[in-house]
């Protein structure tokens, strides 16, 4: 989504039309679910994808037929069994998709994709949200909790959902997604798997700041992709760094002391997701220290580790992917 922000915000400042293609609704076995989007510019050229095969070609058909008339349309699609080897990995379901005609004259709009695609340099939650009663006249919004337009209904924040949902509010029509989330992952310990890490989470979205206590494992060069690279005191964290309740903690310090002083603070800031680098003996020990600092046992439980999902990961590279994928299946069960 952000490369697709970016990318339609300068396609439209340069003077092209856009077809923006979304699955509002989705049912069934289908390969791409609600949010899925895929934008186009005349000459046939795109970024992202609504699943491929059939439907993609036939939404790009009527793409180029969206850009000769500058209509707008809503589609829907059943995908029987009997379509299986034209769409691939498709064994039935529907799909509905609004295909979306955006001019380059519409100031609205530009504005709209500029303001979105610099949202995710930002630490905040937003939804796009479009209004699709009249499909041909639609109107699209980017809000937070903190900015909703006025133009949307008092009880707008039925929209702002943690997933893609096409709704009716007071005789309206709108389809509603997340466009950013909140989601940093501090990271505690610049070493070989924070390094491979760091690039993976970034990519996943996630706002990634690395934290360490000395210069040479916390510096630009190790980690170009952190969102920030913090040089503390792993006995004072609070000291250099704001964790609430929606930040995610990684730990894998250089020594099982500094794990232990990072996890116990940790705990008490209360954040989201808490995974400590480790063997479940190592945990065992450190569990009979947390109870005696007087942490709970369901506190404790909350704790993941050893982090990452069970992939027989050996390399850095490996284990990042395998605390990577965690974070992801974490991410995924808050919806």
């Not at 039935?92 to 610099?118: K, W």
């Not at 439980?301 to 590279?317: F, L, R, S, Y």
């Amino acid at each position: 989504m952000k490369e697709l922000m970016k990318t339609v915000s300068e396609w439209l400042n340069q003077g092209e039309d856009v077809v923006l293609a979304t699955i509002i609704a989705s049912t069934g076995s289908t390969p791409r679910g609600a949010g899925a989007r895929m934008a186009m510019k005349s000459n046939e050229s795109s970024i992202g994808t609504i699943g491929g095969g059939a439907v993609e070609y036939q939404i790009q058909q009527m793409a180029m037929e969206a850009f000769n008339y500058k209509r707008s349309q809503i589609k829907s699609f059943i995908l029987s069994h009997d379509e299986k080897e034209d769409l691939g990995m498709i064994c039935g379901g529907n799909v509905t998709i609004y295909i979306q005609y955006i001019s380059t004259c519409d100031e609205n709009a530009r504005n709209l994709f500029s303001y979105g695609s610099g949202l995710f340099s930002q630490n905040v939650d937003s939804w796009f949200v479009t209004d699709i009663t009249d499909e041909n006249n639609c109107r699209m919004y980017i809000n937070t909790m903190e900015s909703v337009d006025e133009n949307l209904p008092d009880n707008a924040l039925e929209l702002f959902t943690n997933r893609g949902v096409l709704i009716e509010i007071s005789g309206k029509k709108y389809y509603s997604e997340p466009l950013t989330k909140a989601e940093r992952v501090y990271v505690f310990g610049g070493g070989h798997i924070s390094r491979e890490l760091t690039p993976l989470l970034s990519h996943l979205g996630f706002s990634c700041f690395v934290f360490d206590c000395l210069p040479e494992f916390s510096n630009r060069e190790l980690f170009p992709a952190a969102a920030g690279i913090v040089l503390g005191d792993f006995d004072n964290i609070s000291a250099s760094v704001d964790i609430t309740e929606k930040d995610y903690v990684v730990i894998m310090t250089r020594g099982h002391s500094f794990d232990f002083t990072v996890l116990a603070q940790a705990l008490r800031l209360k954040p989201y997701y808490i995974g400590v680098i480790g063997s479940r003996a190592k945990f065992a020990a450190v569990s009979k220290k947390l109870h005696e600092q007087g942490f709970s046992q369901e506190e404790i439980e909350n704790v993941h580790t050893p982090i990452g999902i069970d992939i027989k990961a050996d390399t850095p590279a490996e284990i990042a992917v395998s605390i990577a994928a965690e974070l992801v299946m974490v991410r995924a069960e808050a919806i």
